[in-house]
């Protein structure tokens, strides 16, 4: 089961209060749904693939509404062959679709009434309605985070869009063939959306998951930093010492000053060590403190001696 579909479950299985059912099957019924007529019936028919939310559905749709419900299972003939689940409510089609407040007298509305979503609970329930219809989200074992949920209406999207802002989600919108694709790329947001739509377990497990790769990254991005000092440290040794050898070369060495003669000693019996360690083996030797700066301004002064020797 792929982890979409294990959030998808999940979902399925929140209690909802009756104005949150209601909100949740709005969305569901507006994205995925088509109303039918059928012996002068107006009848709705509901293709879903998961069997949990075609559970979920049917029990939602039976409780409130007593309607007759036909379910048919189809098997797919193409890629996964997987099985369909038809959903036909046989009656009540266009008072259903008034109470989700996505049907009036002047037929299909573009986004639901705004009682549907009036209340922070019924947002919510509304969104985790329009994920189990259309929505999807990569498994946090892979690097790339992305949540989304697809419907053909250019309104619907930005409405959904706007709920998701309601809670700090910042959801971009996108043109997919045919379809409008709401998306969410930002891990954390991706976690609080899957908080308020009912998924707890899956948003430790996706927190878990992203929390362990961002500190083995961090941990490969220091090493990284680590290596890359580590090597800078030795050619800036090794600089510093053929400096020091060609002094030494050309009879040079012994003439300067006591303050450069007692740091190119230094840098020479300890080729690789780093400034900061330079520092303490200075003061260990010498008992007197020295700066960084000071350190590097004798490095740096016996390396332009020793050039100069090249110019001459």
Request: with cysteine; proline share 2%; net charge positive.
């Amino acid at each position: 089961m792929s982890f979409s579909s294990e959030v998808k479950h999940e979902i399925t299985t929140v209690e909802n209060k009756p104005c949150c059912q209601r909100a949740m099957l709005s969305a569901f019924l507006h994205i995925n749904s088509n109303l039918l007529i059928v012996n002068k019936q107006m009848q709705l028919q509901i293709e879903i693939e998961n069997a949990a939310i075609a559970k979920r559905m049917y029990s939602i749709i039976k409780d409130r509404y007593a309607v007759e419900i036909e379910l048919t299972m189809v098997r797919k003939q193409r890629l996964n062959k997987s099985n369909v689940y038809v959903l036909r409510v046989l009656e009540k089609g266009i008072e259903i679709l008034e109470d989700v407040g996505i049907y009036s007298s002047k037929g299909m509305r573009q986004t639901p009434s705004r009682i549907i979503t009036l209340k922070d609970c019924c947002a919510k329930s509304y969104l985790a309605g329009a994920f189990l219809a259309s929505g999807s989200i990569n498994a946090p074992t892979t690097a790339n985070y992305h949540l989304e949920i697809s419907t053909t209406e250019d309104d619907l999207a930005v409405y959904i869009q706007k709920l998701m802002q309601q809670f700090d989600i910042e959801a971009r919108i996108t043109k997919r063939r045919s379809k409008q694709v709401v998306y969410v790329k930002a891990a954390d947001q991706i976690a609080d959306f899957l908080k308020i739509t009912g998924a707890h377990a899956k948003t430790l497990e996706f927190e878990d998951v992203r929390i362990q790769r961002d500190f083995k990254n961090s941990l490969t991005r220091l090493d990284n930093c680590e290596v890359a000092n580590e090597m800078k440290t030795i050619k800036a040794g090794n600089q510093q010492i053929d400096a020091i050898q060609k002094l030494i070369a050309h009879n040079r060495y012994n003439y300067l000053e006591e303050r450069l003669v007692r740091i190119g000693d230094l840098r020479m019996s300890y080729p690789e060590s780093s400034l900061n360690e330079l520092i303490e083996l200075y003061q260990e030797a010498h008992n007197e403190p020295i700066s960084k700066s000071g350190l590097q301004h004798r490095l740096k002064k016996i390396i332009e001696l020793a050039n100069k020797i090249e110019e001459k």
